[in-house]
């Protein structure tokens, strides 16, 4: 929504980037595919995807945030107690007469959980039960790979690159001690281990894990111009998000930059 990085920092970044290019060091954090490996797959709620908004993620309106209906909930086991937030995958129908076969794969990206039910056994119906490694996927993206009817299909899947458009996005929500960010649209591994904020008139603090793609800082930041240090889960690689927020930012808007993880 409003973007205030100062050219000359992100010039700054450019620069030193570029540098770092030409004196051969590689980007070598990009994140890169990971083996294909054997999963199921299933889908929740309807055509018309409603059912996936306001999931564990906390990504809210998956329209609004820009994650459409390419999404799926992950068994505890993928969900990582929500560090797979924000994860990508490209998911393929195998074994199965209700797989569409000449659909290569189709691509999601993790915005839910999909919880266990001990009611049901993990081989009928408790499907997300731990330690299975499953798929809930929206309606939409399932019928991109197989026939609804089937209900539950073998899949092959791979992690892959999150292939997003522009930076990363901030969320933030909280009140006037405690700042909350959802940081969204989250490029390369799409996973995030830790970050920070920096008030104009703070140094560097610590944020901790809330819940899903959520972090917190109890800290009393009003008034002054915000930005953000992030580490990727996966590569580990921290990139700055000067100015992400200028002083006068309020709780409940979102705030874009042009940085992202590749
Ligand atoms: C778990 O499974 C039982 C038995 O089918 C069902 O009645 C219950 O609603 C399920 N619980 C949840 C949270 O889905």
């Known amino acids: 929504m409003s973007f205030s990085l100062h050219s ?19 980007c070598s954090a990009a994140y890169r595919p990971s083996p294909w490996a054997l999963a199921h797959a299933t889908f929740y709620g309807d055509g018309t995807a409603s059912e996936t908004m306001g999931g564990a993620c906390g990504y809210g ?14 068994s505890t086991t993928l969900f990582n107690n929500g560090f797979a937030c924000g994860t990508c995958y490209q998911i393929k129908c195998v074994q199965s ?15 839910n959980l999909c919880p266990p039910n001990w009611s049901k056994d993990s081989n009928n119906g408790g499907w997300c039960n731990p330690p299975r490694v499953h798929f809930d996927m929206s309606k939409p993206a399932f019928m991109k790979i197989a026939q609804w009817k089937a ?24 009140n006037g001690y405690w700042l909350l960010v959802y940081v969204m649209n989250v490029g390369g591994g799409g996973d995030i281990a830790k970050m920070w904020v920096k008030g104009s008139k703070t140094g560097w603090i610590s944020m901790s ?31 700055i998000c000067w100015n992400v927020a200028p002083a006068n930012w309020n709780l409940g808007l979102t705030y874009s930059t042009n940085v992202n993880f590749h």
């Open 209 to 239: 894990h809330n819940w899903g793609a959520s972090y917190q800082a109890f800290a009393t930041l009003r008034g002054q111009s915000l930005s953000f240090k992030i580490t990727s889960y996966t590569t580990k690689e921290t990139i």
């Open 61 to 74: 309106n998956l329209f609004s945030n820009g994650y459409g209906t390419d999404t799926a909930a992950l």
């Open 151 to 174: 209900g539950i299909v073998p899949v092959m899947y791979r992690r892959v690159p999150c292939a997003t458009r522009g930076g990363l996005r901030f969320k933030f929500q909280g």
């Open 8 to 26: 000359w920092s992100f010039g700054f970044v450019f620069v030193t980037l570029t540098a770092l290019a030409i004196i051969g060091k590689p």
């Open 97 to 111: 007469k209700w797989c569409y076969p000449t659909v290569k794969f189709t691509t999601v990206t993790a915005t």
